[in-house]
């Protein structure tokens, strides 16, 4: 009877009263409950519910994938198409990497994955020495659409193939690149992207803890950081998306994991100058020559906020985020060390990347890039700027969409063949540096080594 009243469920009595209850009982289960697991219940919910862990966000990444895009999710996940996935599963299972079910989202975004670039039909060749770019976005349509019409006044930019990395499904982020049609373009998505699980690991998990709490007071689960703070979604979907995108690009695609040239990676946030691609492409040509330490080249200096020296000289500096550019040998050092950047306490894939992998570089972990900027990192809305507490996406307002106006400077290749190169010494971060936290759930840890693992016949990675 407590259980009754504490839950609400119906008492009876009398024969015919119990009679009735039960009949009722038996249509919800075998009429209603199946209704629970149908595309329309899950589009319902996708509509309807509010993110998990996003009342406290302060990142572009808490904004919730279901209050955007329900047509195309309804679209989705009523389409035929049924081509396999190029990750199989079970056979995944066989060598013990086991991934975290999938819902019929994650399933489709999947089979999304293996459809062929667009606009074949406008550029049907790729450029023998062309420079792939890849370009990944979480769900800031403002940016994305000042980054889209920079893209399309960029030189050369017809001759390559950009690579659209999604970190969860929206529909006016969807929207943008499907209007490309300056280029070949291609869209992937993150399958196992925290922000299409609604109630389930890689998102929220019911009994998970959040933040700093006391977990046996509270009963719930998890494994703290280094400094006491439980799992948040929107933290550790950064390096999810990062890890997840780099494995799939060099070694899942079929347009890519044969590729033996370079790959230029920008941001949502990123305003490519009309001459970042030529520069680019010159800068991988005399890379071996001019700067045989550098495994890298970046179209900005390190400092964001610079526009560069404006000298008559090159620059090998630390690699910088934006328009970074590398080959799959450099890939393959990185790869290598999967399992200190899967397991170092840090949320940030760049100072991971800084604190476990360059290091084990030894001197050739520099980038040369020239003395004028061929890009420009503009916005204000990110991670660790712009919103106000409990306002998630919406609270960011924006002024700066708008890059500083394009001279002709930046329309035409300012590097020079006969040009020394100037090098920066390089700070990283003091031996013993244990990371800023935000990464210490082993379920995080786990899943980034199975992305390691997937495309490759070796044993399945594990946690030292």
Request: include cysteine; hydrophobic fraction near 35%; proline fraction near 5%.
């Given at each position: ?260 040239g370079h790959i230029m990676f920008i941001e949502e946030d990123h305003y490519l100058l009309p001459n970042a691609y030529r520069t680019i492409q010159y800068l991988t040509k005399i890379k071996g020559e001019k700067c045989p330490y550098c495994v890298a080249a970046n179209i900005a200096p390190l400092d964001v906020k610079s ?158």
């Amino acid at each position: 009877m407590m259980l009754q009243k504490k839950y609400g469920l119906a008492t009876c009595s009398g024969r015919q009263l119990c009679l009735l209850v039960g009949l009722q009982v038996v249509v919800f289960v075998f009429l209603v409950g199946p209704l629970l697991w149908s595309d329309q219940f899950y589009i319902w919910f996708y509509k309807t519910h509010k993110s998990p862990g996003n009342d406290e966000s302060r990142s572009h990444h808490s904004a919730d994938p279901r209050n955007h895009g329900a047509p195309e999710v309804e679209e989705l996940l009523n389409s035929t198409n049924t081509t396999s996935g190029f990750i199989d599963l079970e056979k995944l299972k066989e060598r013990g990497i086991v991934l975290p079910a999938q819902n019929k989202l994650s399933k489709k975004l999947m089979e999304q994955n293996l459809l062929p670039p667009r606009n074949q039909d406008l550029y049907p060749k790729l450029k023998d020495d062309h420079v792939k770019v890849v370009l990944y976005v979480h769900n800031r349509p403002e940016y994305l659409r000042v980054v889209i019409a920079g893209l399309s006044e960029v030189e050369g930019i017809e001759e390559t193939l950009l690579i659209v990395s999604h970190d969860g499904f929206f529909e006016e982020m969807d929207s943008i690149v499907q209007g490309i049609h300056f280029c070949q373009v291609k869209q992937i998505y993150a399958p196992w992207s925290p922000h299409i699980f609604p109630n389930s690991f890689p998102g929220v998990t019911p009994g998970d803890c959040e933040e700093k709490v006391d977990a046996v007071k509270l009963g719930c689960s998890g494994n703290p950081d280094q400094y006491g703070n439980y799992r948040a979604v929107r933290i550790v979907s950064l390096k999810h998306h990062w890890w997840w995108m780099m494995n799939t690009v060099w070694d899942g695609l079929a347009e890519t994991k044969d590729f033996d040239g370079h790959i230029m990676f920008i941001e949502e946030d990123h305003y490519l100058l009309p001459n970042a691609y030529r520069t680019i492409q010159y800068l991988t040509k005399i890379k071996g020559e001019k700067c045989p330490y550098c495994v890298a080249a970046n179209i900005a200096p390190l400092d964001v906020k610079s526009r560069g020296e404006q000298f008559n000289h090159m620059v090998a500096e630390k690699v910088g985020n934006v328009g970074y550019t590398f080959n799959r040998s450099v890939w393959q050092r990185i790869h290598d060390q999967a399992t200190p950047f899967c397991t170092f306490d840090e949320y940030n894939w760049d100072i991971t990347m800084w604190a476990t992998i360059y290091p084990t570089f030894g001197g050739a972990m520099f980038t040369l890039r020239g003395p004028r900027t061929s890009a420009i990192h503009f916005g204000k809305c990110g991670l660790h700027a712009g919103y106000q507490k409990g306002s998630g996406l919406a609270g960011c307002k924006d002024n700066e969409l708008h890059p500083q106006a394009v001279n002709d400077l930046d329309k035409v290749l300012n590097i020079h063949p006969d040009w020394h190169v100037i090098k920066y010494e390089i700070r990283g971060y003091n031996l013993g540096f244990k990371g800023w936290g935000g990464w210490g759930d082993k379920r995080d840890h786990q899943l980034c080594l199975q992305f390691s693992s997937m495309y490759h016949n070796k044993p399945p990675l594990e946690e030292a």
